[in-house]
């Protein structure tokens, strides 16, 4: 796997696919300006009269629940739809999974139309499988990564997608396929929508590979990595947002590979 992960981040920047969003306000910026470093092209679009046309031009689609309302779940539920129809790869980040009643409502409804991709932290993954009745912490995890492995693999037979676990070890979960990897710094958990970026450029990936399982793995590894490099030189989370979208940009192979952290 690490042999291929360098020429798939090679790939992205060439191939500059186009990328929906209907993600969440708080980090729009954020996320569109990390797409843009690695090389892909962001489109933040909701409204319900476009959605098919937007859905139609893109190379993939990213759902994220975090500021849900009625407009916007309508919004999600008809891009997902449609990018089942057009066979076009799609990432759910259901943000704050089993907060609310109204919110597992809409991430049951999601689900029913089997995302490509699931990426989420262990308290959310674990509220998408109901395998416990654990409390989220907002948008933060309150388990650690291996918690929730039984049930990323309950997912990931129920509904055919690649589960990705966040969290200090991200774990990638698909079909007779299991990865770890153990890049990144604590400084990143004080940026907002880190892990929304995430989702972003597993999108990214999943345009342009074939492979899900590999383009998860190679966009968790990317924003992984730079996290990791960009925290050294960064004096606090407002200078590491700025590194690490530079990092994103400027990353070399021989950086990449030293830093990468892999396991089974």
Known sequence: MENILWPHIQRLKTSVPLIHNITNYVVMNNTANALLAAGASPIMAHAQSEIEDMVNICQALVVNIGTLDEYWSTSMINAAKKANELSKPWVLDPVGAGATSYRNEIIAKLLELKPTIIRANASEIMALAKATNIATKGVDSTAESDEAIEAATSLQKEFGAVICIS?????????????????????????????????????????????????????????????EIAAKSSSGPGSLQLTLLDKLYNITEEEFRSHLKIGE
């Open 167 to 227: 969290g200090e070890t991200d774990i990638i979960i698909g079909k007779d396929q299991k990865l770890s990897l153990k890049n990144g710094n604590a400084l990143m958990a004080k940026v907002t929508g880190m892990g929304c970026s995430a989702s972003a450029l597993t999108a990214a990936f999943a345009a342009i590979l074939e492979n899900k399982f590999e383009a998860t793995v190679a966009a968790m590894a990317l924003i992984g990595v730079c996290g």
